[in-house]
């Protein structure tokens, strides 16, 4: 079993659809992340929750609406997304949460959007 | 603002040629630098990470980074690319969130 796995890898959805992307983590890590990676761009954070709880949204519009059940799931629910939504939707954990643990992110492969 | 500059979008080479890819940072306190790889259709995958001591770190594959504080550049090396080398490459420093480059798109032709 892969370290971080995504499900599901592609989707495809209208603008009306609701949606959940959903990402596993199996290395014991307390972190977890959401990423956005559209092209040309440098990957944006969305995301941070650590032991469950988020401690970071980095003023992502309340159309993605994350939800961490347990320290190894991390959900993104989608509901009336707009077609520049369209990108790849990483997710990635690490053991700890903060920049002085010095923390090595491990990632998932992503699932490609694409917003009709 | 912390930030990363990845000065080449796109860098063809030769096989068993030599490559750099180059990283540059700004930041006014101490970073944690990082590259990570990309392969086609799959997530990130960490290089090499440098967070203290000697400034010339190793990582898998067969590269290397350097940091060099007074140009603050983390250059991303390796002396002989294989075919499979070719991938999205991103650079990254860390500060109170991991910060990305634009990414580097190493060609390796035959």
């Known amino acids: 079993e892969t370290g971080v796995t995504q499900t599901p890898r592609h989707l495809v959805m209208g603008m009306t659809n609701k949606k959940s992307l959903k990402c596993e983590q199996h290395l014991g890590h307390n972190a977890m992340y959401w990423y956005k990676q559209s092209a040309k761009k440098p990957l944006e954070l969305m995301f941070v929750?650590?032991?469950?709880?988020?401690?970071e949204n980095n003023s992502v519009p309340s159309r993605f609406s994350p939800e961490c059940p347990n320290s190894s799931h991390l959900f993104l629910h989608l509901h009336t997304l707009q077609p520049e939504d369209s990108a790849l939707y990483l997710c990635?954990?690490?053991?700890?949460?903060?920049?002085?643990?010095?923390?090595?992110?491990?990632f998932g492969p992503g699932t490609r959007l694409l917003v009709l | 603002a912390q930030s990363v500059t990845q000065l080449d979008s796109q860098v063809p080479v030769f096989e068993e040629a030599p490559v750099e890819l180059r990283c540059n940072y700004s930041?006014?306190?101490?970073?944690?630098l990082f590259w990570y790889v990309q392969y086609p259709n799959q997530g990130l995958q960490l290089l090499l990470k440098y967070l203290s001591g000697s400034t010339l770190v190793k990582g898998i594959n067969g590269f290397e980074a350097e940091f060099n504080k007074s140009q603050t550049s983390f250059h991303l090396r390796k002396p002989s690319v294989h075919i499979s080398d070719t991938a999205e490459y991103f650079c990254?420093?860390?500060?109170?969130?991991?910060?990305f480059g634009t990414g580097t798109r190493l060609q390796v032709f035959p």
């Open positions: 990635a954990s690490s053991q700890e949460w903060g920049q002085d643990l010095q923390e090595t992110q491990y």
């Open positions: 929750y650590s032991l469950e709880e988020r401690v």
């Open positions: 990254a420093v860390l500060t109170d969130k991991l910060i």
């Open positions: 930041s006014s306190v101490s970073v944690y």
